[in-house]
């Protein structure tokens, strides 16, 4: 499940602004696994609509609560029509404030339970919210996966495969490297890693290269770096990226050292 | 009150078509060379086809290892395995909590804050982030696509590299109290 925040700051540690249209972030949380998404707010200098702004953009991405401190009656009746739940007079941190939420809801749900059925657990229950959250991470990466398939089918039909393959010269070196740094940059389910490298190597790219693309496409992240560095610290970060990407393009080697450059 | 519905429309239409407009805009790519480059276009679509019917099996596998995943596993036992010695035990604990790990590695960020603040060691969370390099439910599809032995050694190259890159940044970073 979703839930859609206003917070003074771009991380969990932020407060619970009291309206969604002065907040100068909205933050999206999946319970699920605590990820949460970084929207930019509309902040105090914005005019009388950004309220309805800022609850379509969390309610874009999915949010199916919304914890705040205050929201617009015609507005709090229009979401919960849709089915979203709305909180309001929720202060202190956003981080406190999902707990409190999902503690609350806990507590009502096992209420429920123990009342429909006195001293027995609910096993199906539990498969049943299993297979809503597996069918919810499947379709999280379902239209990315299907978009990478449709644009690399576009790419073997438009671009000449030497044009691909004038990246990647054939010396292992090179192409581990090249392939390390393609996997640093581009971030998403590694499953698209799997298909692009499967791609790349059909049409003739060596396999040092490959698998440096799909080492480095999760054990290097360029893009999360900032994320990581103000979790972890900067040196961290910064050494655990760097120490990544030489074992991706070390280890790409022992592979093809293994499989004798072929699959 | 019509003005809440049609703002009630506009937020369903946002929901459904927001995650759809990447693969849309590739498809309307598809619509312009059917019309301009039916060649190109035809072989590219081929080629799309040939993709999608490779994936399909695993892909479904993977979905059915989610559901087993999640029924079983939470992110509170997953963490609980990181809180342990550096012993091989502890090592094996935060390794197996890397590679059962789900979800995009910037969700695991405040707890693995929370973990180290907490005492736990950079190379047990460096070695949680490595080995998620490692999926299970995904094996299917890298099987699929790779076929068995380069999955054996990506799954193991993957391991050993990730216990280089934690022990790197033990070595590194145990002297600098990251703040």
């Known amino acids: 499940m979703k839930i859609g925040i206003p917070s003074s700051e771009p991380s969990l540690e932020g407060m619970v602004e009291s309206k969604l249209g002065v907040a100068d972030y909205l933050i999206v949380i999946e319970t699920d696994d605590m990820s949460f998404e970084i929207l930019k707010g509309s902040s105090q200098s914005s005019g009388p609509g950004a309220g309805v702004q800022a609850v379509s953009l969390v309610v874009g991405m999915g949010a199916q609560v919304i914890l705040v401190g205050y929201i617009s009656p015609y507005i709090s009746n229009a979401l919960e029509k849709q089915g979203i739940e709305v909180v309001t007079q929720v202060s202190g941190s956003v981080f406190k404030a999902v707990t409190n939420y999902i503690d609350s809801r806990s507590l009502a749900v096992k209420v429920e339970n123990k009342e429909l059925r006195p001293g027995k657990s609910m096993p199906q229950n539990q498969w049943a919210v299993a297979i809503g959250m597996g069918l919810r991470q499947f379709y999280s990466f379902l239209p990315m996966l299907i978009g990478v398939v449709l644009l690399l089918g576009l790419f073997q039909g438009f671009v000449p495969q030497q044009t ?100 | ?99 059962l790990s789900m979800g995009p590695v910037y969700a695991w960020y405040p707890l693995l804050k929370n973990l180290k603040d907490k005492g736990a060691s950079q ?41 280089i890159v934690a022990y790197i940044v033990s070595l590194s970073c145990s002297d600098f109290p990251e703040k």
């Open chain 1, 164 to 263: 691909l393959l004038s990246l990647f010269s054939g010396s292992a070196l090179q192409d581990s490297f090249w392939g390390a740094c393609i996997g640093s940059i581009l971030a998403g389910n590694p499953v698209n890693s799997y298909v692009i490298g499967k791609s790349l190597f059909s049409i003739g790219v060596g396999l040092s290269g490959v698998t440096a693309l799909m080492l480095a496409w999760v054990n290097v992240g360029l893009i999360q770096l900032p994320a990581e560095s103000k979790a972890l610290g900067i040196r961290f970060a910064l050494i655990r990226n760097i120490a990544g990407f030489a074992v991706a393009v070390m280890m790409s080697f022992v592979v093809v050292w293994f499989a004798g450059g072929s699959v």
């Open chain 2, 1 to 99: 009150m019509n003005q809440g519905r049609g703002f009630s429309i506009f937020l369903r239409f946002k929901i459904l078509i927001r995650p759809w407009l990447f693969p849309f805009g590739i498809a309307s790519l598809y619509g312009l060379g059917m019309v301009f480059v039916p060649e190109n276009t035809n072989i590219a679509l081929h080629r799309s086809v040939s993709i999608f019917l490779q994936l399909a099996l695993p892909i479904c596998l993977a979905l059915i290892m989610m559901v087993v995943f999640n029924r079983f596993l939470s992110p509170a036992v997953i963490t609980r395995f990181l809180g342990q010695s550096t012993s091989i035990k502890g090592v094996f604990l935060s390794s197996l909590a890397g590679i």
């Open chain 2, 123 to 163: 190379f047990h969370v460096a070695n949680f982030i490595g080995q998620r390099s490692i999926k299970p439910v995904l094996l299917p599809v890298l099987v699929i696509c790779w076929g068995g032995y380069f999955t054996t050694l990506f799954v193991f190259v993957s391991f050993i590299g990730a216990l």
